[in-house]
C-alpha cells in the first residue's frame, strides 16, 4: 500500500509515530513560512504542514500543489500547537509533519468546488460524477446505501433465502410503464423487452421450489422522470412459498428496522409500523401514501355542509359529492396573503377553492361562509372538525377524488408551515386492502392497482364477475414520511384465476397466450401459494440518508430528462450497427 494509515484515522494516542498518507488535496494555505495542507481520503482529512526547517524538499512541493493533487506523504504524528485544535474534526488534535512529500499526480482546477458545496446547476454535478462523488456528503451517502444492501444480504441469508439472478434481456414483465426494448441481430425484427421488474421470473422461482428468493435487482421504465424515478433502479426484490400476508408483513418489518439502525442515523417513529386499509388512508390523509411524521388528519364535514345554505357545498353534496376539511391548529390568524398561498396549493393539486373558517381565540366563528351556517349548524361543524379556539377549518368540495388530491397537497404544506416534520424521523406504515381494479376512463376498462399478478381477496373472488371495482386484493404497500418504500401481494397461483383477470383487463386469449403463455403454463405444474414484496432501495436509502431525490443516492444516475450527462447516453450510433440490427430511421 502506498499509506500507512486512513486520512481520519490518526489521534493523539499516535503521536510520535512515522506515518505515510496518501490521498487528495482538499485545501492549502500558506501562513507565515509554513505550508498547512488538508490533505483527504474517503475516510477523512489529516492536516499537514510543512515546514522548510524540516524538509526543504517537503516545503517546496508542498508549495507547489494545487486543489485534488495526489500526494502521498511521509512524516511524524504531532499535537497541534495548544489553541489551534480543531473539535470538529476528528483527526482535529493532531497534524503530521511532513519528511517527505510526493506527488503522485496533478490536477486541473475542478469544476465544482469538493470541499466546499455550493449550489452548482445539478447538470454540472453529473457532467462531472466522478468529482462530485469525492465530496463528503456523497460518500456518505453512497456508504449508507451500501451498509443497507449489505444487511440486506446478510438478513435474508439467515432467513434461508437464495439471491438468484435472472435475466435483463427478458420479455415484457409489465408493471404499469412503457418497456425498454432491444432489439435483436440474430432475429431480424424481434426485440427482447428490459424487465420491469422481476416479477413473473421470480414467480417461476416459486414454481421451481426454490421457496425464498431475493435479488438486488435492476429495473427498467420507461417513465417520466420525477424526482424519485429514473429509467433504472434497484429494488430488494423477494418472493416466498407457502406464506400468508401476516409473513411478508413481518418479515419486512424486521428487515427494515434491522436496516435503517445498521445504516444511518435515523429513528422510526413507531412500531409495530402502523396499518391503514386503503379506504382508511384516503379518507384520514387523502392519499394512500401518507406521511405519518404528523397528524393532521382530513375530516369528512359532508353531512353537515351538504345542510349549509352556502351552495358550493350543498350543490356539491346534492350531486354525491363529499365536503372535507383540514383543522390547522393555532392559525386563525393567518392573513389573506397566508390563506391564497394555502388556497393556490389546493389549487395546483386540482381543487376549484378552497374555504376558510377561522375560530377567533375568543370562540367566533370568523369566515365568508360563516352566515350559511346558522348556529345550531356552526356548533355541528365545529364539532365534526373538533375546532379549537385559535383554530382555521380549511374545506374543500368535490369528487372524493378532487377533494383527496387537494387536501393531500393543503396537510404537506400546513406540516411545512407549522414545522411539523421532523428530518430525524422515518415514519414507517402499512397500506393494505387495495382495490384489485382501477376504472381507466381513457381505455374505458380495468386496469390492474397494482399488477396482473395480485391475487383478489378470496371472499371477494365471486365479485369478480358482478362488480369488479368492489373486488379488494391481497396487494400491501409500505410507506415512508409520504412515500411508498415497498409494494407487493400474494400472486394468483392457479391458471383459471389468471386467465380471468387477463380477461377483466381486456387482454384476449391470444395476447394472454402470448405474453404470458410461459407463466400460464408453468401454473400446470403444480404452483405453490406464493406472495412478495419489492421495496424501492434508491428510495429508501433516500429517505436514510436525509436526501430529496434519489439522485443523490445513486453513483451514476440520469438527469431528470433521462440523460446520463457524463458519457452522454443516449446517443447516435453508426449507421452500420442499425443496418445489423436491421433498423432505419425515421424522426420526422
Ligand atoms: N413487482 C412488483 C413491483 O415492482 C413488486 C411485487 O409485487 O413484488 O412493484
Known sequence: MLKTNNCGELRVEHIGQEVTLAGWVNRRRNLGGLIFLDLRDRDGLTQVVANPEISDSAYATADSVRSEYVIQVEGTVQHRPAGTENPNLPTGEIEVLASHIKVLNTAKTPPILIHREEDEAEALRLKYRYLDLRRPRMQRNILIRHRAVKFIRDFLTSRAFLEIETPILFKSTPEGARDYLVPSRVHPGKFYALPQSPQQLKQLLMVAGFERYFQIARCFRDEDQRADRQPEFTQLDLEMSFVEREDILALTEELMIGMVNHACEKRIKATPFPRLTYAEAMERYGTDRPDLRYGLELVNLTSVAGRSEFRVFSEAVAA????????????????????????????????????????????????????????????????????EPDDLLLMAAGTPAEVNAALDGVRQEMAQRLGLISPDELAFGWVTDFPLFEWNEEENRWDPSHHLFTAPKEEDIPLLESDPGAVKSDQYDLVCNGNEVAGGSIRIHQRKLQEKVMELIGLSPQAARQQFGHLLEAFEYGTPPHGGIAPGI??????????????EVIAFPKSQSATELMANAPSEVEPRQLKELHIKLDLE
Do not use: H, W
Not at 392559525?331 to 381543487?351: D, F, I, M, P, T
Not at 377567533?360 to 375546532?387: C, I, N, Q, W, Y
Open 320 to 387: 354525491g359529492q363529499v365536503v372535507k376539511g383540514l383543522r390547522a391548529p393555532g392559525c386563525s390568524n393567518y392573513s389573506r396573503k397566508q390563506l391564497a398561498e394555502v388556497e393556490a396549493v389546493a389549487k395546483e393539486n386540482g381543487a376549484k377553492g378552497l374555504i376558510s373558517l377561522a375560530l377567533e381565540p375568543d370562540g367566533t366563528a370568523r369566515s365568508s361562509v360563516a352566515k350559511f351556517f346558522p348556529d345550531p349548524l356552526m356548533v355541528e361543524l365545529l364539532a365534526a372538525a373538533e375546532m
Open 538 to 551: 434508491d428510495r429508501l436509502v433516500m429517505l436514510m440518508a436525509g436526501e430529496r431525490s434519489i439522485r
